[in-house]
């Protein structure tokens, strides 16, 4: 099992592999070729295309978990009726955006003076954007197999096409057109590859019985599924715009960069969380709660030594290394104090992101994503009213703020769900749990 769990770690690794690469490679290119101003409206076309992205209310994710919940209770039935539902919706949803862009282009509404027919660059980016969103149901049956690596490997596949129209076009001297028109190919041939990949490998079963009350059941879970992005989004996004307005830009960039080298150590335990959370989907599926409590607790000590180890390293080594990664005036050096509360951030993040997968799995993510708008929102605030007055230390004391929260109330609705429902008997299994460790360490010695 564990093994499995590190080979989806080395799959999902190759997508953060691939982020990197367009961020430091790509962009460069485009600016190149196209030049900044070009370029620059390109970015808000896609930052549009992500805006539009949102209306897809989590119907891929909500969808997911429900075929593997169904697969684990061998209602095959019922996961390909789920299948089928949720591609009905995100066509629906598809269509609505699409009449959505049209009438917008109609208004006159979307106009840029570079990019010529923006409103066809828009539709296009839409349109791959949702021809990849009507695979994600799939990949319900390859979590519940356990071959969720081999699916992520796929996924890679994709980026790489992507990757490639992104290089090679604009190096042909073709412009934004193109480049969307390339994103639409690739995704409708990985997308119809993906179907008739998965429809060989597990024998998908064509079912649709119609049901209102099914698709009414995919939107309430779907939205809860949603809420991730909007905290995310005011985590994330919110306090560039309060340092912009209350510093400068230059401090934008400061803090983009140093919240960029600080996570490093989030995104391991994030990829620790994402391929673990595929594990629990198919345990809770079949109802092996007692092994899902042991496997969080093995892995929350995992991803403690981990965040511990990384936090130790960014207070020892973290401002050395950064003044060489970034060079920066010295009225711009960063606060000693900003790199201990980024470290105690990363600690306490390491608490949360894992028994975060819980409600996940269990497709219970209303209360866990609203907890997250709620803390996100109180960051941002806590940010506001102090940044004027101890600079870039009040967004960090700010994201600390939310991390804290998230530990304090994340793990403790994750336990009550899987049946430990006080702090005292989480401790104690959590004891069990680490001298059993311990023992198994010794006799491998």
């Known amino acids: 099992m564990f093994k499995r769990i590190a080979s989806i770690v080395v799959a999902l690794s190759g997508g953060r592999i691939l982020t990197l690469l367009r961020n430091v490679f790509v962009i460069p290119i485009l600016v190149s070729t196209w030049g900044l101003p070009y370029y620059g409206e390109w970015v808000l076309i896609s930052s549009l295309t992500s805006i539009l992205a949102m209306t897809n209310i989590g119907l891929g994710t909500a969808s997911q978990i429900f075929i593997v919940k169904f697969l684990g209770r061998k209602q095959t039935d019922k996961a390909s009726n789920i299948l089928t539902h949720s591609t009905l919706l995100i066509t629906g949803l598809f269509l609505a955006v699409t009449l959505l862009i049209l009438l917008a282009h109609f208004l006159g509404l979307i106009h840029f003076q570079l990019i010529k027919q923006s ?5 296009l980016l839409t349109t791959a954007y949702f021809l990849n969103l009507l695979t994600k149901p799939l990949r319900g049956y390859w979590v519940y197999h356990g071959k969720y690596n081999l699916s992520a490997k ?3 596949l994709q980026g790489i096409g992507e990757l490639l129209c992104l290089t090679i076009i604009p190096i042909l001297g073709l412009q934004a057109l193109w480049v969307a028109f390339s994103s639409v190919i690739v995704n409708l041939l990985w997308s119809a590859w993906y179907f008739y990949r ?3 490998v597990f024998d998908l079963n064509h079912v649709f019985i119609s049901d ?7 939107i309430n879970k779907g939205i809860g599924f949603q809420f991730s992005a909007l905290w995310q989004a005011i985590l994330y996004q919110i306090p560039l715009w309060i340092i912009s307005i209350t510093l400068s830009s230059v401090y934008v960039g400061l803090w983009g960069s140093l919240r960029a080298f600080t996570r490093v150590g989030n995104q391991i335990i994030e990829l620790i969380s994402l391929a673990i959370g595929s594990e629990f989907q198919i345990l809770i599926s079949q109802r092996r709660f007692e092994k899902v409590i042991s496997i969080m607790l093995a892995i929350i000590q995992i991803s403690l030594m981990v965040s511990i180890s990384a936090a130790i390293g960014l207070w020892l080594l973290g401002p050395a290394v950064y003044r060489h990664w970034i060079i920066v005036a010295p009225a711009f050096e960063i606060d ?4 201990l509360v980024m470290g105690m951030g990363l600690i306490f993040f390491s608490i949360w992101r894992i028994t975060f997968e819980i409600p996940v799995a269990l497709n219970r993510p209303w209360k866990i994503n609203f907890l997250g708008v709620v803390f996100s929102t109180l960051s941002c605030l806590f940010t506001y009213f102090t940044i004027s007055k101890i ?4 967004v960090a004391i700010g994201t600390l703020l939310f991390d804290f929260l998230m530990a304090v109330f994340i ?3 994750s336990f009550k769900l899987l049946g430990i429902k006080s702090l005292t008997n989480f401790r104690i299994r959590f004891g069990e749990s680490l001298l059993e460790f311990r023992t198994r360490t010794i006799r491998r010695r």
């Open 391 to 394: 600079g870039l230390l009040g």
């Open 411 to 413: 793990p403790r609705y």
């Open 119 to 123: 409103h066809l660059v828009l539709l």
């Open 198 to 200: 998965t429809k060989n």
């Open 336 to 339: 000693r104090y900003i790199w």
């Open 154 to 156: 796929y996924d890679n």
């Open 212 to 218: 209102p009350k099914l698709f009414k059941v995919i």
